[in-house]
């Protein structure tokens, strides 16, 4: 049994360990929580490094928002 949660846990850290930038956008895209949020959790989950990381987030947004433009 503990071999097989092992296992799980090995899978769940490859998936989430790093916060997933779709589900920041769709958070940014949500009005009841805007690009305030993903800032608020970014700090709390990465300290002073979260700027880079939210600079990240941002750019990915507006290359959608470019690719949606083109069409």
Partial sequence: MSEMASCMFL??????????????IA???DPRYKMNFVKFCY???Y????NE???KVEAKLKGLYEEYKKN
């Fill in 11 to 24: 899978k769940f850290n490859k998936y989430w360990s790093e916060f997933n930038t779709l589900l920041c």
């Fill in 27 to 29: 958070c940014i895209l």
């Fill in 43 to 45: 700090k709390k989950l």
């Fill in 47 to 50: 300290g002073n490094d979260y």
């Fill in 53 to 55: 990381r939210v600079e």
